[in-house]
């Protein structure tokens, strides 16, 4: 039980930071969510004792969020980690900050423990985040340059 309660808790922290990003009212993002305001409220404060881990993947998966569950064999190894928001129309892109984030997930991989696995996991994901700042980066000045053109 102690592991399925860190659990909900961070998927709760996850989908907090999540709407709290979006700068959204708790009624606007819980109708957006497909929940009652109460609920979201719960989720935001951290109250999710009494809701089903499900329910909280499922308004995680609403959310787009990209989200890693890991259990371990002490509740201690237990966690959700997020990637961020998906984008299903995001272009695939080879690049060296693609490359070493790929390496940095398989490393995370074979014979490591939960812990080594989770910094490894950790890793990946700050790689991630680098890369999609260089990819917006990039699109804003691609967009610039094209208003600049015209």
Excluded at 16 to 26: E, L, P
Excluded at 29 to 41: C, D
Excluded at 43 to 69: F, Q
Excluded at 122 to 146: I, P, S
Aim: with cysteine.
């Amino acid at each position: 039980m102690a592991t399925v309660q860190a659990l909900r808790r961070d998927v709760a922290r996850q989908l907090a930071r999540h709407v709290q990003a979006t700068g959204a009212t708790q009624v606007a993002a819980a109708s957006k969510l497909g929940l009652p305001q109460p609920t979201l409220s719960k989720i935001v404060n951290g109250r999710v004792s009494d809701l089903s881990l499900e329910l909280l993947i499922r308004v995680a998966v609403r959310a787009g969020l990209a989200m890693t569950l890991q259990t371990g064999h002490v509740p201690q190894e237990a966690g959700a980690f997020s990637s961020g928001t998906r984008s299903r129309s995001a272009p695939a892109v080879a690049s060296r900050l693609a490359d070493e984030a790929r390496r940095s997930l398989l490393e995370s991989e074979g014979s490591r423990t939960p812990a080594q696995r989770l910094e490894c996991f950790l890793e990946h994901n700050q790689l991630l985040g680098a890369l999609r700042q260089a990819g917006r980066a990039a699109e804003a000045q691609r967009v610039r340059k094209a208003l600049d053109e015209t």
